[in-house]
């Protein structure tokens, strides 16, 4: 994408600069061909960021899915993990063997 964009960008600039210093004894035609190519370089140049906006905005938001995945699996686990070291420690007192608790 970069590439891409860094083509579009060379000669946006190419076509800028021959907008800029025409001859004098060059035709219209040739004047309004090399103008509207120009331009729709910059339109293909827009077109290529907004692209590559949109894709960065979804893989942010593929992202921040994973993160919230992955804190809600920490926070069952960690739950999970407690109610585990709960009932051992019941087990425990059944049976006269106070275990040290790690959960707190």
């Known amino acids: ?15 800028m600069n021959i907008g800029k210093t025409f001859p004098n004894d060059i035709s219209l035609a040739t004047k309004c061909r090399v103008m509207t190519e120009a331009e729709g370089i ?15 905005s979804v893989k942010l938001k593929q992202n921040e899915d994973v993160l919230k995945c992955h804190v809600e699996n920490l926070t069952e686990n960690f739950a999970k993990q407690k109610e585990y070291n709960t009932i051992l420690d019941e087990i425990a007192e059944k049976i006269g063997k106070k275990k040290p608790s790690k959960s707190n």
């Open 42 to 56: 910059k339109m293909h140049k827009s077109i290529v960021n907004m692209i590559t906006e949109m894709l960065e």
């Open 1 to 15: 994408m970069n590439e891409a964009r860094g083509i579009v960008d060379e000669y946006s600039k190419v076509f």
